[in-house]
């Protein structure tokens, strides 16, 4: 049975602003993905993110498990992983439901898990996009130290090298005009950065749906609950 909320996101989405739009985030630890997302403000345009780093947090804490590299990738952190990315689905289904507009929050390491996510957003007839943030290896380094939730050095560095070996593979996924890079390494200027990004995000919003699977969607929508325009 639906919750109050669940059956809320879904009884919206026809009149969500961001309908059948996902945006994929790419980027490794210290790229600083969050701090992007906030200053690109794709929750005001009508995004919902879905991250699982925040369900991971909550659940480690309730574990009274520090956030450090020895705790994270132990077997015990990587099961209350595996828990966290199971609850982040269930909440992700119920906004894929009402075909809400989706923030897909990864690291961009596993390209055929992209693939795989991209193709089941698109067979639904979501338009997707992907902004991958980068930085210098030194900067994901320097910041990965400064965060409660710190991975060291070496996996800092085994994620960004996978991540720039990716990046050919990724931007032929989404294609050249749906894939975005955003350069926020130390020294660069993020606030023209971000600004770019939001203005392509907001170009990327408010183009009506093309995938004939949506507009059929929003046409039965519509006509269920008599709204005529």
């Known amino acids: 049975m639906l919750t109050f909320n669940q059956f809320q996101y879904i009884e919206e989405g026809v009149n969500d602003p961001a ?12 790229s600083g993905k969050s701090f992007i997302v906030g200053k690109t403000g794709l929750p005001q345009l009508g995004f919902r993110v879905v991250n699982s780093d925040d369900a991971f947090e909550v659940m480690m804490k309730k574990a009274g498990k520090a956030m450090t590299s020895d705790e994270i990738f132990s077997d015990e952190g990587q099961e209350i992983r595996g828990r966290a990315k199971a609850q982040t689905r269930l909440k992700q289904d119920i906004y894929m439901k009402g075909r809400l507009g989706l923030v897909i929050d990864g690291t ?8 795989k996510q991209a193709k089941e957003l698109q067979d639904l007839g979501y338009d997707t996009k992907m902004i991958l943030v980068n930085t210098d290896l030194e900067t994901a380094v320097k910041r990965d130290a400064q965060r409660t939730r710190s991975l060291g050095r070496k996996k800092v560095t085994e994620y960004w090298n996978t991540v720039q070996k990716n990046i050919g593979s990724l931007q032929t996924i989404f294609g050249k005009k749906n894939f975005m890079i955003v350069d ?7 606030q023209k950065e971000t600004l770019r990004a939001y203005r392509d995000t907001k170009k990327f919003v408010n183009k009506p749906p093309e995938n004939p699977l949506a507009k059929k969607w929003i ?6 609950r008599g709204i005529t325009r």
């Open 108 to 115: 961009g390491k596993d390209v055929n898990k992209i693939i």
């Open 219 to 224: 046409k039965q929508e519509k006509e269920k």
């Open 19 to 30: 309908i059948f739009k996902a945006v994929f985030l790419a980027g490794g630890p210290g």
């Open 184 to 190: 926020n390494s130390e020294g660069k200027d993020y």
